[in-house]
């Protein structure tokens, strides 16, 4: 298990005037336990979004080629298709009307989605992959048609793309990841980052958003992003993919004041995921919803992962510190990432970090702690005085001697709490062979929200 000193993590953060950099290297969003919960790797259907106050294109402005049906490898149906901009100015919130075939090729259906709500460069075509709201069995193909089109009023910016890796898992996830640089003098907002996998005769076979990644880049900053996208038939290895980035000119964010106390550990669990455990402190004057981005390398350079990790307890009041345990996840149990073969990377994710009225309540919590299997079990109370809507639970291990954090866990109890109420929790920690539970001390941390 590896150790870094207190002086190595304050590298962490940069202050400039108006913006943060926040960036540590350090050798060695917690990802989801299920992807497949998640929406996957698609182009987000945006339906109830309200496009922004623009000058409406014309439908002829944009062109729609290669749409159709697939099927993932999971059994999930998907639409995919290119979306070309042919107006000599920039397009955004464009809007498709899907049409439902039977085998026969009647119409059984139709609705209206958003292809994408990121500016369109003119002439630059992307790639779009929507979802059926309703699984139609006797859906064999689709047509796809521009519903409506508004020119864009945000200024598209260059960013650097400083490379990206591709791998199909054996499970049919395919991944790319990869870091992106703001090589301008203004903050940037990275609109779309995108990627589409195409079979050797051109065709589109896969596409997908990033799902974990850098959203806001100051001025000589750079931020991981992956993608995810479920495989079908013909991908492979060997398939050619490409990447889509669209960047947009921001006004500067808001500095936050934030540091790591004590040292950073590494370790494998059982599953041979990478746990990088540390404690963030809040060191401003105003409480923060705080949001962190890992970055997982290769010993070649290349960003293998990307993780988007919420910092719980909940909001943090100034001076407060809250423990945090990224996690980056291998495919096979028997083939762990080695710690001695990769690098990685924490920075403040500056898009998704803000600030709030006040931090949350600290709740009391009572239960019990198994050594043998890392286990917390016990009951959170609201004593608030007030309503409680979220409880957000984490367990923890520290050394006995030194009181640094060594692992820990979280649980989240997504249920309304009056005054007086209580809630049970269960976390159970996967700590590997590298921890000793005997030989630290446990701690429950509860707020509510």
Excluded at 46 to 54: C, F, I, R, S
Excluded at 400 to 415: K, N, V
Aim: aromatic residues 6%; negative net charge.
């Amino acid at each position: 298990m590896k150790r870094f000193g207190p002086a190595f993590l304050l590298a962490l953060l940069a202050v400039t005037a108006l913006t943060v950099s926040a960036c540590l290297l350090l050798t060695g969003s917690e990802a989801p336990e299920d992807i497949r919960k998640q929406d996957r790797g698609s182009t987000p259907s945006a339906e109830g979004v309200v496009p922004p106050a623009q000058d409406q294109a014309s439908v002829d402005d944009v062109t729609i080629a290669q749409a159709h049906l697939y099927e993932d490898e999971f059994g999930a149906r998907r639409i995919l298709g290119l979306l070309t901009n042919r107006a000599d100015y920039p397009v955004t919130a464009v809007s498709v009307t899907v049409e439902y075939l039977d085998v026969t090729g009647a119409s059984i259906g139709q609705e209206i989605s958003h292809a994408t709500m990121a500016a369109i460069a003119p002439g630059e075509t992307i790639p779009f992959s929507l979802r059926p709201t309703e699984d139609i069995p006797s859906m064999d193909g689709v047509e796809v048609t521009a519903a409506e089109v508004f020119k864009a009023d945000d200024v598209i910016v260059q960013v650097d793309l400083l490379g990206d890796h591709f791998q199909v898992r054996e499970n049919g996830i395919v991944q790319v990841s990869g870091e992106i640089a703001n090589p301008t003098k203004e903050p940037v907002n990275l609109d779309r980052i995108a990627a589409a996998v195409f079979a050797s005769s051109g065709e589109i076979r896969l596409a997908g958003e990033c799902d974990q990644c850098v959203r806001h880049l100051a001025p000589g900053d750079k931020g991981p992003f992956r993608i995810l996208m479920y495989g079908t038939a013909g991908v492979d290895a060997s398939s050619k993919h490409r990447l889509y980035l669209t960047a947009s000119r921001s006004v500067p964010l808001t500095a936050h004041e934030v540091t790591f106390t004590g040292e950073v550990y590494a370790y494998n669990d059982t599953l041979g995921h990478l746990h990088i455990v540390g404690e963030v402190q809040n060191s401003g004057e105003a409480a923060l919803d705080l949001h962190l981005l890992g970055a997982l390398y290769n010993a070649d350079g290349d960003v293998i992962d990307a993780v988007t990790y919420d910092v719980m307890p909940a909001s943090l009041g100034p001076g407060e510190v809250a423990p945090f345990d990224i996690t980056h996840r291998c495919e096979d149990p028997e083939s762990p990432i080695d710690l001695d073969s990769v690098s990685w990377n924490i920075q403040l994710d500056l898009a998704r970090t803000r600030v709030v009225e006040q931090a949350s309540p600290e709740l009391a919590t009572s239960g019990d702690f198994f050594e043998n299997w890392a286990a917390f079990s016990g009951e959170v109370a609201n004593d608030t005085g007030g309503s409680i809507q979220l409880v957000l639970v984490v367990a923890g291990l520290r050394d006995e001697d030194s009181g640094q954090l060594a692992a820990m866990g979280r649980q989240l109890l997504a249920a309304e709490l009056s005054s007086g109420e209580r809630a049970q929790y269960n976390i159970r920690i996967n700590m590997g062979s590298s921890l000793d539970p005997e030989t630290l001390d446990s701690f429950v941390i509860a707020r509510g929200k």
